[in-house]
């Protein structure tokens, strides 16, 4: 019994981590575009 609450918490873990770093990975993305969406329309608008 012992040995399987182990695997399973294991899993567990590795599943939120990756769930973690898709999360992380999202926001640096959406940033990103942010930013670079923000630096287009500055260009747009100044002449």
Request: glycine share 4%; hydrophobic share 50%; charged share 15%.
């Amino acid at each position: 019994m012992g040995g399987t609450s182990i695997r399973i918490e294991t899993s567990i873990r590795n599943k939120a981590s990756l769930i973690v770093k898709i999360i992380l990975a999202v926001a640096v993305t959406c940033v990103a575009a942010a930013t670079t969406s923000a630096q287009s329309v500055k260009t747009v608008a100044s002449p």
